[in-house]
T-cell receptor
Framework: GDSVTQMEGPVTLSEEAFLTINCTYTATGYPSLFWYVQYPGEGLQLLLK?????DKGSNKGFEATYRKETTSFHLEKGSVQVSDSAVYFCALSLAFGTGTQLKVEL | DTEVTQTPKHLVMGMTNKKSLKCEQH?????MYWYKQKAKKPPELMFV???????INESVPSRFSPECPNSSLLNLHLHALQPEDSALYLCASSQEEGLTDTQYFGPGTRLTVL
């Protein structure tokens, strides 16, 4: 069945550092790929999505490109802020990755 | 309005109690979902309703009973729960049940079973 593998956390970065969170997937068909973010005590929010190969999703400085050849959808941000501290989930339809906790320090 | 609301926000119940969780959306979405999330884990799918009919039941114990009274409402009836059922219960909705649809999540109900 469809599945997502996500890099383990936690990830701790200094403010303004570059962020990459790796995500690879296994899927049949042509699913959309998603990154969701969960802040403490809250539900999940859509961060970005991509619907087909080579699409780039972007939002709030975060980007991810749907790469069919490497079955990947890595999340990147050029300069993280303390307010980006949260748990990030890569997802494919109803399959979620294990989540990566990001902590950004001053 | 892109909001999914859930009530109550917190719920504490004993193992013999009966309670219900409520979820509501007014986005015209035809698919609604219940997830269970334990601390530091991803959401686990429990049930999916599509056009008010149960579409997916992920082998959830019968002490959890979902109900979809209309296209905007989703309930989860709880009875004779166990302490290990304590978790955050998330509701979500999407335009359709499909591979490409974004899910919109509510804030969750934090359930504690004593």
């Amino acid at each position: 069945g469809d599945s997502v593998t996500q890099m383990e956390g936690p990830v701790t970065l200094s403010e303004e550092a570059f962020l990459t969170i790796n995500c690879t997937y296994t899927a049949t068909g042509y699913p959309s790929l998603f990154w969701y973010v969960q802040y403490p005590g809250e539900g999940l929010q859509l961060l970005l999505k991509a619907t087909k190969a080579d699409d780039k999703g972007s939002n709030k400085g975060f980007e991810a490109t749907y790469r069919k050849e490497t079955t990947s959808f890595h999340l990147e941000k050029g300069s993280v802020q303390v307010s980006d501290s949260a748990v990030y989930f890569c997802a494919l339809s109803l399959a979620f990755g294990t989540g990566t906790q990001l902590k950004v320090e001053l | 309005d892109t909001e999914v609301t859930q009530t109550p926000k917190h719920l504490v119940m004993g193992m013999t109690n009966k309670k219900s969780l409520k979820c509501e959306q007014h986005m015209g979405h035809r698919a609604m979902y219940w997830y269970k999330q334990k601390a530091k884990k991803p959401p686990e799918l429990m049930f999916v309703y599509s056009y008010e009919k149960l579409s997916i039941n992920e082998s959830v114990p019968s002490r959890f009973s979902p109900e979809c009274p209309n296209s905007s409402l989703l309930n989860l009836h709880l009875h004779a729960l166990q302490p290990e059922d304590s978790a955050l219960y998330l509701c979500a909705s999407s335009q359709e049940e499909g591979l490409t649809d974004t899910q919109y999540f509510g804030p969750g109900t934090r359930l504690t079973v004593l």
